[in-house]
């Protein structure tokens, strides 16, 4: 296995990479999603401010770094600029979301800036409904009713305010769940949720379904004292036991139900899309201080997640289409931050050697030792250009392999750059964006 010196090193060389992609216009800081040698000259995407692919997603990679140096002239002027985008345009922002929106400029604020999270808190406060917030993403005929996911949805707010705790954690957290609630569905084991409540098929897992809603749900029967949102989580993962394998002491459940018209694999084993993530959701129960669900402790049912990503053979590319991403949403990164996780949660030197390997396939994938190339198989030419951003390319990627080297050098106690998705799953003590 590679050394901490190594992650870092590749970790500051993607960095700098992506760092030479910013650029600058009357609007503030701006990167390209990718980057093509020779092709034309990008211009700014619609999303340039987004967690998923734009300057918020530098926000999370920017406090990384500061855990273990100064940041220099550069860097402190590309924070003071994404702080000022988002303040200036927090009071007519429309979208929501966490991924793509206002709970995800309050992530970034917060970490670069604390108390200037307010604005977008409060407008958020300002656009909710009683069936949580209206988006204006495309999706299913760009209806702009509420989503209820995680990365899109009402999910993904409920989860912010309870991390960014403010005056109006209570009453946004509140409204969240009430419309979660709302837009469930009840089956023979429990309750499930599409992304929308018109969603016909389902993406189980956390990013898009069940295990990420049912975590939000339980995190605020928790901090709010509310015993029906714990219990609406307590459904949600029954329903998820029934859907899913729990053979060879692992836990999967289907990556889209019915299965997709697509080609995809039926098991995925990603943050977004597998039990990687879906192991959030068990860690939120525990948080909320529910024991079991369905006979089995849930504590080990988060083991089982794990157990099953470790037994799968991730992050070998097994065959075509199995594993042809490194990135924070679908491949290595994320689920290699996942098992550090775990591993600072339980002390469990097992589940840090795993991200480990995770970050040594890293070290082998890398490009010119600095970027990564993913693979869509089904292209004529399979070879993508290579990505910039949090959830698709290399910022995403190097602050993974930054917190690997942090924690490879001083221990599992290392201190932890938390999230709204996440933040629930480590010590409190660890967590570096936690209320003071």
């Known amino acids: 296995m590679a050394n901490g010196e190594a992650y870092r090193e590749l970790g500051e060389a993607a960095w700098a990479w992506v760092l030479g992609q910013v650029r600058q216009d009357g609007e503030g800081p701006w990167f390209p999603e990718t980057v093509v040698d020779g092709g034309t000259p990008p211009e700014p995407r619609q999303d340039r401010d987004s967690f998923y692919a734009g300057i918020v997603g530098l926000a999370p990679l920017l406090a990384e770094i500061a855990q273990y140096r100064e940041l220099n002239g550069t860097e402190r ?3 003071a600029g994404i702080v000022a985008k988002l303040s200036a345009e927090a009071a007519r922002r429309v979208e929501p979301s966490l991924y793509d929106g206002l709970a995800g400029d309050v992530m970034a604020l917060r970490l670069l800036s604390p108390g200037a999270e307010s604005a977008p808190l409060r407008r958020l406060g300002e656009l909710a409904t009683p069936e949580g917030w209206a988006t204006t993403l495309e999706f299913e005929a760009n209806s702009s009713a509420p989503l209820s996911d995680v990365t899109m949805g009402t999910a993904g707010v409920v989860m912010t305010a309870l991390w960014a705790p403010t005056e ?3 009453s946004l957290a509140a409204t969240g769940c009430e419309a979660l609630l709302a837009a469930a569905d009840r089956t023979p084991a429990g309750l499930d949720w599409g992304i929308s409540p018109r969603t016909k098929w389902r993406n189980p897992n956390y990013s898009h379904g069940t295990a990420g809603i049912a975590a939000a749900l339980a995190l605020a029967g928790a901090d709010l004292g509310r015993p029906d949102f714990a219990e609406a989580a307590v459904e949600g993962a029954r329903h998820l036991l029934a859907v899913g394998e729990l053979t060879d002491g692992g836990f999967v459940v289907p990556h889209t139900i019915p299965p997709s018209s697509r080609e ?18 068990f860690a939120a129960l525990a948080y909320a201080g529910v024991p079991e669900v369905g006979g089995f402790d849930v504590r080990d049912l988060r083991r089982r997640c794990l157990s ?3 037994a799968s053979g991730v992050p070998a590319r097994l065959r075509p289409g199995f594993w042809d991403n490194d990135g924070r949403c679908c491949g290595t990164a994320g689920v290699g931050d996942v098992l550090l996780d775990a591993a600072q949660d339980g002390r469990d030197e097992r589940l840090l050697d795993a991200a480990r390997t995770m970050g040594d396939a890293l070290i082998e994938r890398a490009v010119h030792g600095a970027y990564w190339q993913f693979v869509e198989y089904r292209n004529e030419d399979p070879l993508l250009p290579p990505g910039t951003a949090w959830m698709q390319g290399a910022a995403g990627i190097a602050a993974y392999l930054l917190r690997l080297a942090r924690v490879v050098d001083s221990g599992l106690d290392a201190p932890v750059v938390d999230r709204p998705d996440q933040w629930w799953a480590v010590p409190q003590r660890l967590r570096v964006a936690q209320p003071v």
Not at 264 to 281: I, K, M, Q
């Open 77 to 79: 002027a590309l924070s």
């Open 168 to 170: 109006l954690t209570a």
């Open 308 to 310: 099953a990503v470790l």
């Open 264 to 281: 995809v694999e039926p098991l995925t084993y990603t943050w977004c899309h597998g039990p990687a993530g879906t192991s959030f959701l």
